[in-house]
């Protein structure tokens, strides 16, 4: 018996069926829409500005460039194709490093 007063009552808290379909629907989107504005301003739109700010590192760089990889490789880039970077790490040591790997500039000695 205490099941379908509980019931009852959510049914009894919904209100009419017929009450207030179109601000209702609005009222329902409106708080979702503001989520996903909220995590756009402060999540996604960020994120896609700092990957387009490395894209455009990565484009430019250049023999000669001192970096410093993701890994935590410190080197000077001393060839270069499309997809990878040769690094020089220490006098005739080198590894090659994948062009996405780079994550910054080393700072000068």
Known sequence: MEVHTVVDLAYAMAGASGEAGGS????????L???FGIFYVLLIRPQQKKAKEHRSFL???KKG???VTAGGLYGEITGMTDQSVTLEIADRIRVKVGRGYIANFAPKE
């Open 65 to 67: 460039d001192r970096v």
């Open 59 to 61: 484009e430019n760089l």
């Open 33 to 35: 829409i503001l989520m």
């Open 24 to 31: 209702s629907g609005l009222l329902t989107i409106l708080p």
